[in-house]
């Protein structure tokens, strides 16, 4: 009956194969047989290698006593082994690099194959041999910062953008992706105005840049060149440099936690180092003062982090090396009192990729590694490196086989080179001559596997090799220059409409010259000025004689040449004509107004002599 309804039911709906029951797996039997598969593996990997190495004892003990028939043969073993192989199927992941091709199941490897693989291996262990063999310098590219020297590079983590700073306040952005093969900057701009840059670095997760100027105030901008903060600037009137929220003198180095994002650290001409938050400009976090062996204040030239931001270090200008721990500011950790020639600026400290070793570029012309574990005296000293820049560096190769710097010449001196130190020996393994003038800065960028260096004559050279290097200056090589796009000139287009009625139809222009002349001729479209007034001034403007209100006075009041020596005669000239046609008070006291009584002086004949000169009334 069931069976009957679930066809009717599947005829009704449309459905085919109602009712069929899904299939199922038993998983717990598939993880039993694959763990037993593995347990099994596990068991003959351990049995082959007990096998190779009674194998190898057993074949090293013949060959000392001059016997070689002794020992299982490899073709036999590698037969049996198959043959073991060969009964049980692998299932599971894949087999470890211990096993043998023989414990594979499936075709064989090509011979070509196996051939290139053993070559990349041979290869790769003569480049492990010959770290110079590492070095990306077949091919580079030359980009123009200015006229100025370089004494700033920044690389971001992921290598897509290129920073540039210089003696010329400017600092540049170069966006390797988006450069052809003209290699020009999109951007350039001066955070800092009037103030070299020293120092340009990305944050660890690239979207800032922190920018040490010869100002006392660092600024942090983004990506794209904007302002993000600026640190506040101390008093510089307080002694003690703790209780001051800032430097309070020009900045001689600075860099970015390598593990917090927002954390950065900066050292001053005023003998401190100083930890500061991005969230938080109005005050620094943490104050570290380098000390000399008399307790006195000392300049720090450069600073910098460990590898795992535990600990500060900072090169001084008395010759020493102090290293702090981050969360302990008052006494340091390790500290080296005749690291360099007292007096001289140590222009650059570096961790070590394994974060053991410490590399330094003195101001006396030398570099130092040392091993923090034992930091009395340096490992290794290389003298006669010309250092003539207080931002002079040295970094470490990925691998940290090799320690690049770079020396300074005078103008006309040589050529600046590019020097390659081995990190078993401290011997000189390699160099490059870049330019006539000294190399100041130089930066190894660990996943592009490219090198940066900056010169004195405003050039940043980029060294890169097509097979061992990653994008960087690949991406804009092959790409051709952009067409100069021509000036664009806007033209006014005459539209012709020979079929549009009379008062629609625009008059056709014959000449542009006769309309030229025309429109100088028109006062509104050639901006004509308003001619001076003739006569008398009209409509608020003066008249031609002056330009002022005060030359109009002039004219007509103050050299008014009408001047009458009798005014009573001058007033009653007006009064037969006033009392003709009265006009103004007359007519208002025409009924009430009394007759006007005025003494009448015929002549100066009827004024009495008698009377005083100073009683004569004065006319």
């Not at 043969?73 to 590698?78: D, F, K, L, P």
């Not at 910062?145 to 971001?156: E, R």
């Not at 400009?281 to 307790?295: D, M, T």
Request: aromatic share 6%; with cysteine.
């Amino acid at each position: 009956m069931d069976d009957s309804e679930d066809t009717n039911v599947a005829a009704a709906m449309g459905f085919s194969g109602f009712g069929k029951k899904a299939r199922t797996f038993d998983l717990e039997a598939m993880f039993e047989q694959t763990r037993r598969t593995a347990v099994e593996r596990s068991k003959k990997a351990l049995e082959e290698r007990e096998r190779g190495e009674e194998h190898a004892t057993s074949k090293g003990a013949d060959l000392k006593a001059g016997a070689s028939s002794s020992g299982p043969r490899r073709g036999e073993a590698s037969s049996s082994d198959s043959e073991d192989g060969s009964d049980d199927e692998l299932i599971g992941p894949p087999a470890p690099s211990h096993i043998s091709e023989d414990d594979m199941i499936g075709p064989p490897a090509p011979s070509s194959l196996k051939d290139s693989d053993d070559e990349e291996e041979e290869d790769d262990d003569g480049d492990d041999d010959n770290p110079v063999k590492r070095i990306p310098d077949s091919h580079e590219i030359t980009l123009q910062h200015g006229s100025k020297t370089v004494s700033a590079l920044g690389l971001d983590p992921s290598g897509a953008r290129l920073v540039t700073g210089g003696f010329d306040y400017d600092v540049r952005f170069w966006d390797f992706a988006g450069m052809d093969a003209s290699l020009q900057a999109f951007r350039s701009l001066q955070p800092c105005e009037c103030h070299q840059i020293k120092s340009l670095q990305y944050s660890n997760t690239g979207d800032v840049i922190l920018v040490v100027a010869s100002n006392s105030q660092a600024k942090v901008l983004d990506r794209d060149g904007f302002p993000v903060m600026e640190c506040v600037k101390g008093d510089q009137y307080i002694v003690d440099m703790a209780n001051t929220k800032g430097h309070t003198a020009m900045l001689n180095g600075g860099c970015w936690h390598p593990k917090i994002k927002e954390e950065f650290l900066t050292c001053s001409n005023d003998g401190t180092v100083r930890i500061w938050d991005v969230n938080n400009e109005k005050k620094h976090k943490n104050v570290f003062k380098p000390r000399s062996a008399q307790g006195k204040r000392v300049i720090p030239t450069c600073c910098t982090y460990s590898r795992d931001g535990k600990l500060i270090a900072a090169g001084c200008q008395d010759g020493t090396i102090q290293i702090w721990d981050r969360n302990m500011n008052v006494h340091t950790k390790f500290h080296c009192r005749q690291a360099h020639v007292p007096g001289t600026d140590t222009s650059c400290v570096t961790f070590s990729y394994s974060g053991v070793t410490l590399a330094t570029r003195g101001g006396d012309d030398t570099l130092k590694t040392w091993d923090i574990r034992n930091f009395k005296k340096p490992l290794h000293t290389a003298s006669g490196l010309s250092n003539i820049f207080p931002v002079s560096d040295c970094c470490f190769s990925p691998d940290d086989k090799l320690l690049v710097t770079g020396t300074s010449v005078k103008k006309g001196g040589g050529s600046g080179k590019l020097i390659f130190f081995s990190m078993v020996d401290f011997q000189k393994a390699y160099e490059i001559q870049v330019t006539d003038a000294s190399v100041v800065r130089c930066l190894w960028h660990p996943k592009l596997n490219q090198i940066m260096v900056g010169t004195g004559n405003g050039l940043v050279k980029v060294y890169y090799d097509p097979v061992k290097s990653q994008r960087g200056a690949k991406l804009c090589v092959v790409k051709t220059k952009r067409k100069e796009r021509q000036a664009e000139t806007l033209t006014q287009d005459y539209i012709i409409t020979p079929h549009a009625l009379p008062m629609f139809r625009e008059p056709r222009q014959r000449s542009t010259r006769k309309q030229l002349e025309k429109d100088r001729l028109d006062p509104l479209k050639s901006h004509k000025p308003e001619p001076p007034v003739a006569g008398p001034g009209r409509g608020g403007r003066v008249g031609t004689h002056g330009g002022t209100l005060s030359s109009f006075i002039v004219k007509n009041i103050a050299l008014d040449k009408t001047d009458d020596s009798n005014p009573r005669e001058a007033i009653l000239r007006h009064a037969k004509e006033a009392e003709e046609n009265p006009y103004w008070v007359a007519p208002a006291y025409s009924k009430t107004q009394p007759n006007a009584v005025f003494a009448e002086v015929d002549s100066e004949e009827d004024e009495p002599d008698n009377e005083p000169e100073w009683k004569k009334r004065k006319i």
